[in-house]
């Protein structure tokens, strides 16, 4: 049976795209832009090294509690991906260039196996770096980011099988104004954050994202599938996973075992779910987010991990 859960992100974009639209022109790719990095870093604290990703369209300041709360032991180095959050944008492609620039990063600046924690878009490039660059990461904690998104709402997606869905949908975006985008994805977030300050916190930063660079990055999250590239992982992973808008029983264990079939092949892995939280777990239920990514921190580095 075809599974079809309805999971916060996703739903909100699946109803964003559904909105009426009139036909967007046709245009050719935005050449990348190779002299742009593909993100900036904000570097905060002292310790062992710890890489943040935030998801689509998000800037870093997803993960000021975090780095609040983790600086005293941490070296905590926060990235806003390029065209997000005012940042210049890169073009086309997309995720590649973060994927590689951040590989880069980690040797250029020596860091010695950093921990890597990345939310949606960039729990999955916390994945794609670890499968592409085992020997050089650190344990990996994804945020409600999996190896392949299209997969959460429907099991047997493939890579081909979505793209028609996911051309219509960075079409929508692509074409929006800059006004338009940042009233969309306010209204987005009021789905994903339960609090109306961290709403309106994180759309500060999200409203001055680029249109057509969310655009071509939310394409490419949806049309890339990594699932048979995670067993390449060697890191211990923790995946933390939000379900508590699926009510049901038996769509919700359905749900979570999608997610658990995603990284089942990753060697050492570990697979929760926060009970109350929405898509942005670190501010929704930020002491059990902390608890569990404490946790797992102190597994991995116990003899034998």
Same mark, same amino acid.
């Given at each position: ?226 699932? *048979? ?71 991995? *580095?116990?003899?034998?991990?």
């Amino acid at each position: 049976m075809t599974s079809r859960i309805v999971l916060p992100l996703l739903f909100l974009l699946a109803l964003a795209f559904s909105s009426p639209a009139g036909e967007s022109p046709k245009t050719k790719p935005t050449p990348a832009k190779k002299e742009i990095a593909p993100f900036s870093v904000t570097v905060t604290g002292s310790g062992p090294p710890m890489i943040l990703i935030p998801g689509l369209a998000c800037s870093g300041n997803v993960w000021d509690g975090t780095v609040e709360h983790f600086k005293d032991r941490y070296e905590c180095h926060v990235l806003t991906l390029a065209g997000f959050g005012g940042q210049p944008a890169i073009g086309t492609p997309f995720l590649e260039p973060v994927r590689d620039g951040l590989i880069k990063y980690i040797a250029e600046k020596h860091l010695d196996h950093p921990i890597i924690i990345g939310h949606s878009l960039g729990g999955f490039m916390a994945f794609w770096v670890a499968a592409t660059a085992p020997d050089q990461v650190g344990p990996i904690v994804a945020v409600d980011g999996m190896p392949f998104y299209a997969a959460l709402l429907d099991n047997t997606a493939t890579a081909q099988s979505i793209i028609p869905q996911a051309e219509g949908m960075r079409a929508l975006f692509k074409d929006q104004t800059p006004e338009q985008f940042a009233f969309r994805v306010r209204g987005f977030l009021t789905g994903m954050i339960t609090s109306p300050k961290d709403i309106a916190k994180v759309a500060e930063g999200s409203g001055k994202s680029d249109p057509k660079e969310v655009a071509q990055a939310f394409y490419e999250l949806m049309t890339i599938d990594l699932r *048979s590239k995670v067993q390449a992982i060697r890191t211990p992973v923790l995946v933390i996973g939000a379900t508590a808008a699926v009510s049901d029983p038996g769509q919700k264990k359905e749900a979570e075992d999608n997610y658990r079939a995603e990284v089942a092949t990753i060697a050492h892995h570990k697979v929760v779910f926060a009970a109350k939280a929405r898509h942005f777990i670190q501010l929704d239920e930020p002491d059990y987010f902390y608890q569990e990514v404490e946790t797992f921190l102190k597994e991995s *580095s116990a003899p034998g991990q």
